[in-house]
């Protein structure tokens, strides 16, 4: 063999070695890719699914590899990769444009108090800096409730619908307006959590309902059916009736089929709208370097106005509690 003809040999060995590499780092991108924008939520994919911002940000990596490789076809395929989850992804960073309501503005915080363990002082401490008007907590206990009223809440929110419980079951509904038609509904998923609700009346508005969201946890293969059962039940958006705020932990993503459908009945999610969609509320866990996820939210009746909305810590909880500034239609 000419010195040539190995060089050659040697060459083409390379190249597909290189093209090999290029597809082999390709093929997982394509593959959530295909996933997400099938909605194929089942199983353990639930989980994996949450993490698509990291895989979207993740997927240029592939691209530069190919690129540089000079492999053409894998080059394009992961083109496409990137682009189809940059734009399911990105919208999340990008502030939309908002109905023009008229009415009073009001302030929602809710914050899942991990079974009582979250900080009083420090949730009292928001709601009066932030002057907060609505509250919706999540894994609320007597003892959480007793301690918010001992350090100031029942002076700041009045009012309110509340079902402490032991453990992680409890939900609470606290405004600074009057409450009137509360209840609790309980979930049907396996950790039956409840959910306060209560239809609030805000000078200058039509009322609202508010409910504190929190359908179960996928954090098992057997759980996700409870997840699914009660992301289907969470009441939608009545866009033709009353205004209706779900706020809570809702242990779902933007990338969850279930939450979209749920938006799709006529909610907006508050901090996607302001362009706070890929902020953490969520992670890590027990210590685990789990990259933080958005599980919780703020969902709003698409005829109101989202002025802004903020992630803020609460020492003692695994979650972060959410605050959206939102502008209500003039009643």
């Given amino acids: 063999m000419t010195t040539g003809a190995a060089e050659r040999t040697t060459g083409s060995r390379a190249g597909r070695s290189g093209a090999a590499l290029c597809w082999a780092a390709v093929a997982p991108g394509v593959a959530w890719a295909a996933l997400r924008l099938a909605g194929l939520d089942h199983g353990p994919l639930v989980q994996l699914l949450a993490f698509t911002p990291y895989v979207a940000a993740g997927s240029l990596l592939p691209l530069v590899l190919a690129l540089a490789l000079r492999c053409r076809w894998p080059a394009v395929v992961a083109a496409v990769v990137t ?55 999540q894994e609320f206990t007597p003892g959480a ?55 609030v009346t805000v000078p200058g508005a039509p009322p609202v309902r508010v409910e504190s969201a929190h359908p179960a946890a996928p954090y098992a293969v057997d759980q996700v059916g409870h997840w699914r059962t009660d992301l289907a039940a969470q009441p939608p958006a009545t866009p033709d009736g009353p205004l209706r705020i779900l706020a809570g932990d809702f242990n779902a993503t933007l990338d969850h089929a279930p939450l979209r459908a749920l938006l799709a009945t006529g909610y907006v999610d508050a901090a996607d709208e302001v362009g706070a969609g890929l902020t953490g509320t969520w992670g890590p866990y027990d210590g685990d370097p789990i990259p933080p996820v958005t599980i919780d939210h703020v969902l709003v009746d698409r005829r109101i106005a989202v002025r802004a909305v903020a992630v803020h810590r609460v020492p003692g909880s695994d979650h972060r509690a959410v605050l959206a500034e939102l502008r209500l239609p003039a009643g």
Wanted: charged content about 20%.
């Fill in 83 to 137: 682009t189809a989850l940059v734009a399911v992804v990105a919208p999340r960073a990008l502030p939309a444009g908002q109905p023009s309501a008229a009415g009073p503005t009001v302030r929602v915080l809710t914050a899942n108090l991990l079974a009582g363990a979250a900080d009083a002082r420090a949730l009292v401490d928001l709601v009066e800096r932030h002057r907060v008007d609505v509250l919706t907590v």
């Fill in 145 to 199: 409730g007793a301690e918010l009223d001992r350090l100031g809440l029942d002076r700041l929110l009045p009012h309110r619908h509340l079902d402490p419980q032991p453990g992680t079951v409890g939900s609470g509904l606290y405004a600074r307006f009057p409450v009137d038609e509360g209840g609790v509904r309980r979930n049907r998923g396996g950790w039956g959590f409840d959910q306060a609700y209560g239809t």
